[in-house]
């Protein structure tokens, strides 16, 4: 069975300081692994692909890395803001003829001032 | 551009009511997605369509859900009676192209709470 879990459930950091999140997956095939932010009351918005061949990107202060062989991902939010408070979830597509996309939990970010 | 429009915002109604959400997804885009997203948790897919066809509609729960897609466009989710556990996000999400490569734009969704 496809699976995406994602830790830790939940994180609260101080502003400015970095975290990093984790999705761990089953997906078989892959394709490709996204990242999106959900703000509180709002639609997750998509902040960068990660496909097989890729193993760093960076978004401004988001750098996501894919390790496809352990089959994990990682978020790493740098000196963060208040508005980097919200739900960050991890999407992975399993492509080919059995297309599908497979979300994880969610993990919800907290950054206090 | 213009986003994913959802209506209405928030919903409340008591059990075994029925209840619809409307969603006019980006213009252009033929796969459109209906997925309910409980509190704390992931969303779920609920109905995908291609265009004005089901493509997957395999976790809807049909004996009380039902999903239009009339001329490839809007879209409608009603929900006849509402149960208790139906109190959940309803996000509707479109994209240019099933594929590989897929970007999903989600509306901001409807909030349902059944009483």
């Known amino acids: 069975k496809n699976q995406v879990e994602q830790s830790p459930q939940s994180l609260i950091i101080l502003e400015g300081k970095n975290c990093t999140l984790q999705c761990n997956y089953t997906v078989s095939p892959f394709s490709n692994l996204r990242w999106y932010k959900q703000d509180t009351g709002r639609g997750p918005v998509s902040l960068t692909i990660m496909t097989f061949s890729e193993n760093t990107k960076s978004n401004g202060r988001y750098t996501a890395t894919l390790d496809a062989d352990t089959k994990q991902s990682s978020l790493h939010i740098t000196a963060s803001q208040l508005s980097d408070s919200a739900s960050y979830i991890c999407?992975?597509?399993?492509?080919?003829?059995?297309?599908?996309?497979?979300f994880g939990k969610g993990t919800l970010l907290t950054v206090n001032p | 551009e213009a986003g994913v429009a959802q209506s209405p915002r928030y919903k409340i109604i008591e059990k075994r009511q029925s209840v619809a959400f409307w969603c006019n997804p980006i213009?252009?885009?033929?796969?459109l997605y209906w997925y309910q997203q409980i509190l704390g948790q992931g969303p779920k897919l609920l109905i995908q369509?291609?265009?004005?066809?089901?493509?997957?509609d395999s976790q809807l729960p049909k004996d009380r859900f039902s999903a239009e897609r009339l001329k490839g466009v809007d879209s409608t989710l009603k929900i006849q009676p509402a149960k208790l556990e139906d109190s959940a996000v309803y996000l509707c999400a479109s994209s240019p192209e099933q594929g590989k490569a897929e970007k999903l734009f989600f509306g901001s969704g409807t909030q349902l709470s059944v009483l």
């Open positions: 213009s252009g885009h033929a796969t």
């Open positions: 999407v992975v597509n399993s492509g080919g003829s059995n297309y599908k996309l497979t």
């Open positions: 369509f291609q265009n004005n066809g089901v493509v997957d």
